[in-house]
């Protein structure tokens, strides 16, 4: 059975990744490279839909209803750097949150798919 496959399940489902999207936004918006991208940003919103994200991404029903993630990035001149420094801090609150090495890797190479409709350089 696909370790994967239950990691929504086995890590409290919607709930569990909400409260760990909310510690993923308080590290984000800490750091001066990033949170400038965030300071127009209905913050409510957007932690909704980054938690319909992972939840999707770790196994859960799809429940995003936004506009894609190209969509959504498009003007914002998202480069590399900004990309991996957020994803090190989602890596960072995942394992702050208990989640396994292998765990953690599943999650960010299932996100690294998404890489070329958030980076525009």
């Given at each position: 059975?696909?370790?994967?496959?239950?990691?929504?399940?086995?890590?409290?489902?919607?709930?569990?990744?909400?409260?760990?999207?909310?510690?993923?936004?308080q590290s984000v918006m800490k750091d001066d490279s990033i949170r400038g991208f965030f300071h127009q940003i209905d913050m409510d919103k957007q932690k909704n839909h980054q938690t319909n994200f992972l939840s999707f991404v770790m196994g859960g029903p799809n429940q995003y209803t936004g506009k894609s993630l190209?969509?959504?990035?498009?003007?914002?001149?998202t480069k590399g750097e900004h990309f991996d420094t957020i994803v090190e801090h989602l890596r960072n609150t995942m394992v702050q949150h208990q989640l396994s090495e292998q765990e953690v890797e599943a999650v960010l190479q299932k996100i690294s798919h998404y890489r070329n409709d958030i980076v525009k350089e």
């Amino acid at each position: 059975m696909d370790q994967q496959e239950n990691l929504y399940e086995r890590i409290g489902g919607q709930q569990k990744i909400g409260d760990m999207v909310e510690d993923f936004y308080q590290s984000v918006m800490k750091d001066d490279s990033i949170r400038g991208f965030f300071h127009q940003i209905d913050m409510d919103k957007q932690k909704n839909h980054q938690t319909n994200f992972l939840s999707f991404v770790m196994g859960g029903p799809n429940q995003y209803t936004g506009k894609s993630l190209a969509k959504a990035h498009e003007g914002l001149n998202t480069k590399g750097e900004h990309f991996d420094t957020i994803v090190e801090h989602l890596r960072n609150t995942m394992v702050q949150h208990q989640l396994s090495e292998q765990e953690v890797e599943a999650v960010l190479q299932k996100i690294s798919h998404y890489r070329n409709d958030i980076v525009k350089e």
